[in-house]
């Protein structure tokens, strides 16, 4: 188990570590949830979803705005310029950069929208992406298996529900 408080660097070395130590067994476990199709797979998911954050806030966290960064869709582009008030091509040309898979993301990380506290200053015009992040709320999570794996990484709230889930459909 994982430190549910503020999280520092160690923490998300540790963080990274115990994910590391439980891929193979995560990885076989997601072989198991794509076969079987738990009816019930979301709700519990969700249910999980609600503990951890009824717990802990992403304020002590923003490992995701730190590391990560989304994909930014065109709309999240026209909605960003208009919420800095920046023209489309300004704000491309400022803050982002085209990945290996032709997507737009940020052209550095932390996130250049991250302040010190740990907040989003574009939060109400945040990417789709971020708003999607850490996907253990959304439907059908049986596709999202492969992205979960990855995250269980960078999320201590991936991380603690992947643990969870393990033991509940064991
Ligand atoms: S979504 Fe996960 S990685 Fe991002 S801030 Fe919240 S707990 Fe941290
Ligand atoms: S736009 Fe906001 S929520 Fe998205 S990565 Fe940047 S700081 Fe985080």
């Given at each position: 188990?994982?430190?549910?408080?503020?999280?520092?660097?160690?923490?998300?070395?540790?963080?990274?570590?115990?994910?590391?130590?439980?891929?193979?067994?995560?990885?076989?476990?997601?072989?198991?949830?794509?076969?079987?199709?738990?009816?019930?797979?979301?709700?519990?998911?969700?249910?999980?979803h609600e503990d951890f954050f009824s717990e802990?806030?992403?304020?002590?966290c923003a490992n995701c705005c730190k590391t990560l960064g989304p994909r930014l869709l065109q709309k999240d582009i026209e909605r960003l310029a208009v919420h800095l008030k920046m023209k489309e091509s300004k704000f491309i040309e400022q803050y982002l950069r085209?990945?290996?898979?032709?997507?737009?993301?940020?052209?550095?990380?932390?996130?250049?929208?991250?302040?010190?506290?740990?907040?989003?200053i574009v939060y109400a015009s945040r990417p789709?992406?971020?708003?999607?992040?850490p996907h253990t709320n959304q439907k059908r999570f049986y596709q999202l298996l492969n992205e979960t794996l990855l995250n269980t990484e960078i999320c201590p709230a991936v991380y603690e529900i992947t643990e969870k889930l393990r033991d509940i459909y064991k």
């Open positions: 188990m994982i430190k549910i408080t503020k999280m520092n660097k160690d923490d998300f070395e540790k963080l990274k570590k115990n994910a590391q130590n439980s891929k193979k067994l995560n990885k076989d476990f997601f072989k198991k949830l794509r076969k079987k199709k738990y009816k019930n797979l979301d709700e519990t998911v969700h249910e999980l802990f806030s992403c304020l002590d085209i990945d290996e898979d032709n997507d737009y993301v940020f052209k550095s990380m932390p996130c250049p929208f991250l302040d010190a506290e740990n907040y989003c789709k992406a971020c708003k999607e992040f």
